[in-house]
T-cell receptor, first 111, second 115 residues
Framework: GENVEQHPSTLSVQEGDSAVIKCTYS??????FPWYKQELGKRPQLIID?????GEKKDQRIAVTLNKTAKHFSLHITETQPEDSAVYFC??????????FGAGTRLTVKP | GAGVSQTPSNKVTEKGKYVELRCDPI?????LYWYRQSLGQGPEFLIY????????DSGLPNDRFFAVRPEGSVSTLKIQRTERGDSAVYLC?????????????FGPGTRLTVL
């Protein structure tokens, strides 16, 4: 089955710096890659997603890139703010809603 | 509109007991999913419903776990003879269709603690 690996497991940056989280997946049939942000004790919330026919997508300070050949995708957050601090999960989806998550990255943005 | 809701928010039970966890999806969403999230891990797929039927229950860990969605809306996850290893946050999500690219919206989860 699909295996999604996510790195790093923890990331600490200074406010205003950029943060990059990387994920790899194993199943070339995966065609949809959402990113979720989860604050402590809260539900995962979708922040951005990318489909397999697109290489890059940007939404304000957040961008995601996808390299289907290499089977990896990355989340980029620019001009980080303390409220960006949370756990971020990548996921890979194939077929009808077969979604597998990475283990998560705990991002801390220091003021 | 209202998001996905789950009840109870917390459930503490004793080993060997039976528990039911409820999920109310977003109105009109035909697809519903259950996940289990252990501390420090990503959500792990359990079961997915399209309408009333369980389209994929391959993630259920064993036959102590069962889920229903009798009217194609509310779903109940049932765990029999609970074990300490069942302790986790159980998340429910719903989406509008089953194309595989529709956004899944998560509920707040039920934190289950088995003593």
């Amino acid at each position: 089955g699909e295996n999604v690996e996510q790195h790093p497991s923890t990331l600490s940056v200074q406010e205003g710096d950029s943060a990059v989280i990387k994920c790899t997946y194993s199943d070339s049939a995966s065609n949809y890659f959402p990113w979720y942000k989860q604050e402590l004790g809260k539900r995962p919330q979708l922040i951005i997603d990318i489909r397999s026919n697109v290489g890059e997508k940007k939404d304000q300070r957040i961008a995601v890139t996808l390299n289907k050949t290499a089977k990896h995708f990355s989340l980029h957050i620019t001009e980080t703010q303390p409220e960006d601090s949370a756990v971020y999960f990548c996921a890979a989806v194939k077929g009808y809603n077969d979604m597998r998550f990475g283990a998560g990255t705990r991002l801390t943005v220091k003021p | 509109g209202a998001g996905v809701s789950q009840t109870p928010s917390n459930k503490v039970t004793e080993k060997g007991k039976y528990v039911e966890l409820r999920c109310d999806p977003i109105s009109g969403h035909t697809a519903l999913y259950w996940y289990r999230q252990s501390l420090g891990q990503g959500p792990e797929f359990l079961i997915y419903f399209q309408g009333t039927g369980a389209a994929d229950d391959s993630g259920l860990p064993n036959d102590r776990f069962f889920a229903v969605r009798p009217e194609g809306s509310v779903s109940t996850l049932k765990i029999q003879r609970t074990e300490r290893g069942d302790s986790a946050v159980y998340l429910c999500a719903s989406s509008e269709r089953t194309s595989g690219t529709d956004t899944q919206y998560f509920g707040p989860g039920t934190r289950l603690t088995v003593l």
